[in-house]
């Protein structure tokens, strides 16, 4: 059973910093990613990476200022976010499912794997 689960949110002024983080339990899975998701807007797919760490792909509303890592040692997926903006305020969740070649690094796979989300608040 693959089960994400994230950590690292919290509240911030605008162009600050905040490091989020998944731990994914279960081996059935090669892409993760991260979501957010703003009362009364869709869910967007922020980034996307194999579970090796290749082939990260980014939304165009935070290339630039989001990076993503893995911690193969730890199991650990971070989501570096800096220069954070008003508009980064959402629910943030991790999601981890196994993609079929060429999915993940296009931002095109689909996941039946959910953390419970962590909240990213940003003030101006």
């Known amino acids: 059973q693959v089960q994400p689960v994230e950590s690292g949110g919290g509240s911030v002024q605008a162009g600050g910093s905040l490091r989020l983080s998944c731990t994914v339990s279960?081996?059935?899975?090669?892409?993760m990613a991260w979501f957010r998701q703003a009362p009364g807007k869709e869910r967007e797919e922020v980034a996307a990476m194999y579970s090796s760490g290749a082939n990260k792909v980014y939304a165009d509303s935070v290339k630039g200022r989001f990076t993503l890592s893995l911690d193969s040692a730890q199991n650990m997926v971070y989501l570096q976010m800096n220069s954070l903006k008003p508009e980064d305020t959402a629910m943030y969740y991790c999601?981890?499912?196994?993609?079929?070649?060429?999915?993940?690094?296009?931002?095109?796979?689909?996941?039946?794997?959910w953390g419970q989300g962590t909240q990213v608040t940003v003030s101006s």
């Open positions: 999601a981890a499912d196994r993609a079929p070649p060429g999915y993940c690094a296009t931002g095109h796979a689909t996941f039946n794997y």
């Open positions: 279960g081996n059935t899975y090669n892409c």
